[in-house]
């Protein structure tokens, strides 16, 4: 069974930093894309970053570009993402996700996720 748990929210100030963890199991690591899809209530998902170590690719939207950088950890089914020089505007539920049906970059925010996601909350 895939389990994804997402970690690492909080509280920041513009400008600040948060590292948010994404600790997997069920399924063989490398094999698959892990990425990260963020939504604020009443909005739609938004796709914004993945990493598929299988193929050393990494993917980030316009709207962190420059400013996130994700990173996994095969020896411990870890995907990390850090979050510099945030923003209010990156103020969201952010939920980790796996692409099992192997939907691509462009379809993040429909890759399969588990539970509540972590909240990040950046203050202006």
């Known amino acids: 069974e895939v389990q994804l748990q997402a970690s690492g929210g909080g509280l920041a100030q513009a400008g600040g930093s948060l590292r948010l963890s994404c600790v997997t199991s069920?399924?063989?690591?490398?094999?698959?894309?892990i990425g990260w899809f963020r939504q604020v209530s009443g909005k739609e998902r938004e796709g914004v970053s993945s990493?598929?170590?299988?193929?050393?690719?990494?993917y980030y939207a316009d709207s962190v570009k420059g400013r996130f950088t994700i990173s996994s950890d095969n020896a411990k089914n870890t995907v990390y993402l850090q979050m510099n020089s945030l923003k209010p505007e990156d103020t969201a539920v952010y939920y980790c996700a796996v692409d099992i049906s192997r939907l691509g970059n462009e379809y993040i925010e429909h890759w399969d996720y588990r539970g509540k996601g972590t909240l990040v909350t950046v203050s202006s």
């Open positions: 990493i598929f170590d299988h193929e050393r690719t990494t």
């Open positions: 069920g399924f063989t690591f490398a094999d698959y894309a």
